[in-house]
């Protein structure tokens, strides 16, 4: 399937382009050595991440603070752990994560060649649910800047993926219509099914084990995208 008339494509950034989890893993090592946490990282990771997920998609939701996400996700992994700290300790990395975690920026294998690729053929932009400053800083430390002339954060349009208006401000932001845009992320209710619910058609970039739904446009590299849309 080749998708035409295509002028703008919006990217999701965490887990697509963004290799959230490796430069996640890579941040809390940072934050061990540096405490002197004395638990095996990862072990911390395997119980971490898919509490991330759970308390993300909370977020997403509307069912708990920004405040209580970058709590609670430490206080439930770490207990999880059996390995106990401090309400002050758990707000101390909490806090660091939120500052190194940019600092780390390991990219899906494929994406400045895609984006290279893609640049000089199409406007480029991104709509994400992370927070505004943290998003901003992962996409100018990772040399992304150049590329996208829309970064829409979830905290800018007060609204998260899937909700229908941040994908509505972010075609009125970048001067697109529904008929000559593209979406293309890795989450399938936040990315493609919010995407599909106000007719932009999507490509699913598939990096986990969630079922296929049928009828899917579906790349599971990178380097799958530019046949489907040149």
Known sequence: MKFNNIEHIFFDLDHTLWDFDLNSKLTYQQIFEEHHVDLDLEKFIRIYEPLNLQFWRMFRENKITKEDLRFQRLKTAFDACDYPLSDEQIHLFADLYIKYLPNHNHLFDGCIELLDALYEKYQLHLITNGFNGVQQNKVKNSGLSKYFKVVLTGETAGVKKPAPQIFHKALEMAGAKIENSIMIGDSFEADIKGAQNIGLPTIWFHVTNEEIKE????????????????
Do not use: Q, R, T
């Open 215 to 230: 009828g899917e446009v579906v790349v599971h590299h990178l380097k799958d995208i530019y046949p489907l849309l040149s």
